[in-house]
Nanobody, 122 residues
Framework: QVQLVESGGGLVQAGGSLRLSCAAS????????MGWFRQAPGKEREFVAA????????YYADSVKGRFAISRDNAKNTVYLQMNRLKPEDTAVYYC???????????????WGQGTQVTVSS
């Protein structure tokens, strides 16, 4: 089973950028499709972006398309989420997840990190 640890969250002004990282250990990283999800207070966890095991196929939520980019480095067992032109509504805890299916749904992912807080001030 792969273990995931996110990093890179923080406080940023609207319009700014952050890059989240998710380091994997304990499994064969390249066997997994990877996703990023987020959860704001009082809201359900929602899909943000996903990458196939080789990085050739990527999906994005409409709300982040054109602003966020998911990428992965299988040699480093790490997946990234580059977030540009951040908005206050992007404020949430961001989670990375690993799964055997490339999907936009929470239930498709079997392994989750602990999350990293992203706060965007207006």
């Amino acid at each position: 089973q792969v273990q995931l640890v996110e990093s890179g969250g923080g406080l940023v002004q609207a319009g700014g950028s952050l890059r989240l990282s998710c380091a994997a250990s304990g499994g064969t990283f390249s066997d997994y499709n990877m996703g990023w999800f987020r959860q704001a207070p009082g809201k359900e966890r929602e899909f943000v972006a996903a990458s196939s095991w080789g990085g050739l196929n990527t999906y994005y939520a409409d709300s982040v398309k054109g602003r966020f980019a998911i990428s992965r480095d299988n040699a480093k067992n790490t997946v990234y989420l580059q977030m540009n032109r951040l908005k206050p509504e992007d404020t949430a805890v961001y989670y990375c997840a690993a799964g055997r299916r490339l999907s936009r749904t929470v239930a498709s992912y079997t392994n989750w990190g602990q999350g990293t807080q992203v706060t965007v001030s207006s």
